[in-house]
């Protein structure tokens, strides 16, 4: 029998301790969802943060860093494009807030 897969998208400006929760929230859930998170050229300091969390976990989750701010709904669609030419195998994507647990 096949799992459903499912993909959560969010964006990531200067709140990285909201992205990491909510990657927590969902790998706690099912550690086979992937998750995308774009980053919308937050500080130095945050990007950081982010990527010494991410490049801990499995390969189900992907940063995406721009180089500029391309706001909140581009951000989205730049990761929906990523999972839908990349995540074949997604059955649902799952699009919104990084805040939401």
Same mark, same amino acid.
Do not use: Q, W
């Given at each position: 029998?096949?799992?459903?897969? *499912?993909? %959560? *998208? =969010?964006?990531? %400006?200067?709140?990285?301790?909201?992205? @990491? =929760?909510?990657?927590?929230?969902?790998?706690?859930?099912?550690?086979?969802?992937? @998750?995308? @998170? *774009?980053?919308?050229? !937050?500080?130095?300091?945050?990007?950081? =943060?982010? $990527?010494?969390?991410?490049? $801990?976990?499995?390969?189900?989750?992907?940063? @995406?860093?721009?180089?500029?701010?391309?706001?909140? %709904?581009?951000?989205?669609?730049?990761? *929906? $494009?990523? =999972? $839908?030419?990349?995540?074949? !195998?997604?059955?649902?994507?799952?699009?919104?807030?990084?805040?939401?647990?």
């Amino acid at each position: 029998m096949n799992k459903t897969r *499912i993909c %959560f *998208i =969010a964006t990531n %400006f200067n709140n990285s301790h909201h992205s @990491i =929760a909510y990657i927590k929230s969902i790998l706690d859930m099912d550690s086979l969802c992937s @998750i995308v @998170i *774009i980053d919308n050229d !937050s500080s130095d300091k945050d990007k950081m =943060a982010l $990527r010494e969390y991410t490049e $801990r976990l499995n390969p189900n989750v992907t940063v @995406i860093y721009n180089e500029v701010n391309v706001g909140y %709904f581009e951000g989205l669609n730049i990761g *929906i $494009r990523y =999972a $839908r030419k990349t995540l074949s !195998s997604v059955d649902y994507y799952v699009v919104g807030n990084n805040d939401l647990l």
